[in-house]
């Protein structure tokens, strides 16, 4: 099977609704006051400034040693963080939806205490289930997005053998790349995501070896300090309960 030179996966700057969902969950909120649709939430100046480092840190690479394709979910933070990384670079970036942010249907704008108060039904049901399988109604499963993920993988390595590709997503993408990546199972999955908050504008990367692709780095921000920006002030969830 045909296999990918180099993987890696951008989680987006830090955003509005970051701030916001931040703000809402430790202010005891039940819901979480963003006007935008969750594909139009924009980044917040600290996340512009993230993004700006990310393209430091792909500028100061060796021509050899860039990838030479990136893939980019849909919704605007993660647009404006790829185009801001990659001003100047000539790497191509292509728009694909199978890399937007897992749905909620109608958990979404909901805080963690808002479930607990507005739908405790579904909180039982999200608890006894596990977040890899439980699906809330309207929304997905990351098992769900997963399915996604698998398509668009396989299409990279069949369209760019041996090439290097890196993703621009989201914190549930980047952990479930690595689920992927790595061959992880769902307990792994699990305490992986328990102990993780995936940063904003992180790199994860996966580089091959002996015809598998190996860890390289993971949840990395060496390059957000390196470069003078301010460390992300929270660990930041997207504008939504997961």
């Given at each position: 099977?045909?296999?990918?030179q ?38 917040s ?7 700006e ?13 860039r ?38 249907g ?8 808002g ?30 997005v ?35 990546a ?14 993780t ?44 309960v997961?």
């Amino acid at each position: 099977m045909e296999q990918l030179q180099w993987l890696a996966v951008v989680r987006h700057g830090q955003s509005t609704g970051n701030v916001t969902a931040q703000d809402a969950e430790t202010g005891g909120a039940e819901e979480i006051d963003i006007p935008e649709r969750d594909v139009d939430v924009p980044l917040s100046d600290l996340g512009r400034e993230q993004a700006e480092a990310v393209g430091a840190f792909l500028a100061k690479q060796p021509d050899d040693e860039r990838p030479g394709i990136a893939i980019v979910s849909p919704y605007l933070r993660a647009r404006r963080t790829a185009e801001l990384a990659l001003a100047g670079t000539g790497i191509r970036a292509v728009v694909d939806e199978r890399l937007r942010d897992r749905e909620l249907g109608i958990l979404d704008l909901l805080t963690a205490y808002g479930v607990q108060q507005r739908l405790p039904g579904e909180a039982r049901r999200r608890a006894r289930l596990g977040k890899f399988y439980y699906r809330p109604p309207g929304g997905e499963s990351w098992a769900d997005v997963l399915l996604r993920l698998r398509a668009l993988l396989r299409e990279l390595r069949e369209d760019h053998p041996d090439g290097r590709v890196v993703l621009f997503g989201h914190e549930a993408i980047v952990l479930l790349v690595r689920y992927l990546a790595e061959g992880l199972s769902e307990a792994e999955l699990m305490a992986v995501a328990h102990d993780t908050a995936v940063a904003n504008c992180s790199i994860s990367s996966w580089r091959r070896q002996d015809g598998e692709l190996r860890p390289e780095l993971f949840n990395s921000v060496e390059h957000l300090h390196r470069d003078g920006t301010p460390p992300t002030k929270q660990e930041d969830v997207d504008a939504k309960v997961d």
